[in-house]
């Protein structure tokens, strides 16, 4: 019997559907091909809201401590 040797991101498969598997012979060497649904995932960081005073002493100020002066002309 010959080595089994894999590429790819195998730990991916805990959570995927499996689709279809092709075996394809190139050369003498095998290939398996593994095709497969994995869920969904949000993409997105969910955002902190932050507060904003607009004041007197300082112009703007943030609720994370930002502090901004501004001037109009």
Same mark, same amino acid.
């Given at each position: 019997? @010959?080595?089994?040797?894999?590429? @790819? &991101?195998?730990?991916?498969?805990? +959570? #995927?559907?499996?689709?279809?598997? +092709? &075996? %394809?012979?190139? +050369? @003498?060497?095998?290939?398996?091909? %593994?095709?497969?649904? &994995?869920? /969904?995932?949000? /993409?997105? !960081? *969910? !955002? *902190? #809201?932050? @507060?904003?005073?607009?004041? %007197? /002493? +300082? $112009?703007?100020?943030? =609720?994370?401590? %930002? /502090?901004? $002066?501004? =001037?109009?002309?």
């Amino acid at each position: 019997m @010959g080595t089994l040797r894999y590429l @790819g &991101l195998i730990r991916y498969l805990e +959570n #995927a559907e499996l689709s279809s598997a +092709n &075996l %394809v012979e190139r +050369n @003498g060497d095998y290939y398996l091909y %593994v095709t497969c649904f &994995l869920p /969904k995932e949000d /993409k997105h !960081e *969910k !955002e *902190k #809201a932050i @507060g904003i005073d607009l004041g %007197v /002493k +300082n $112009q703007i100020t943030f =609720s994370n401590g %930002v /502090k901004i $002066q501004y =001037s109009c002309l």
